[in-house]
């Protein structure tokens, strides 16, 4: 089984920013494109930004446009979601997933993770 670890939550204020790192247990990063999802208390869960394999290819819910950004840094087997300009409605758990022969996008959008971390909370508050 893969497994996924989650770090760098917490509570930030409004206009804050927050890096959260996901990093794998008994795998090599690289091999699988990583998204990111995140689940509110009564909602679905949101993928709200996944990359590929190579990091040369992302995706972005339109609700972080313009604030959050995926990166991968292949030296050290991590992705990041680097958050800015956190708003109340972004309080979320995030996890990271991953999913065998799919891209960024579909994991996003369409067929969603088979893989997941435990999740790390991020409260946006005053």
């Known amino acids: 089984q893969l497994q996924l670890v989650e770090s760098g939550g917490g509570l930030v204020q409004p206009g804050g920013s927050l890096r959260l790192s996901c990093a794998p247990s008994g795998f090599t990063l690289d091999y699988y494109a990583i998204g990111w999802f995140r689940q509110a208390p009564g909602k679905e869960r949101e993928g709200v930004s996944c990359?590929?394999?190579?990091?040369?290819?992302?995706y972005y819910a339109d609700s972080v446009k313009g604030r959050f950004t995926i990166s991968r840094d292949i030296a050290k087997n991590t992705v990041y979601l680097q958050m800015n300009g956190l708003k109340p409605e972004d309080t979320a758990v995030y996890y990271c997933a991953t999913r065998r022969r799919a891209t960024a996008r579909d994991i996003c959008t369409t067929e969603g993770g088979a893989y997941w971390g435990q999740g790390t909370q991020v409260t946006v508050s005053s």
């Open positions: 990359i590929s394999r190579t990091g040369g290819s992302t």
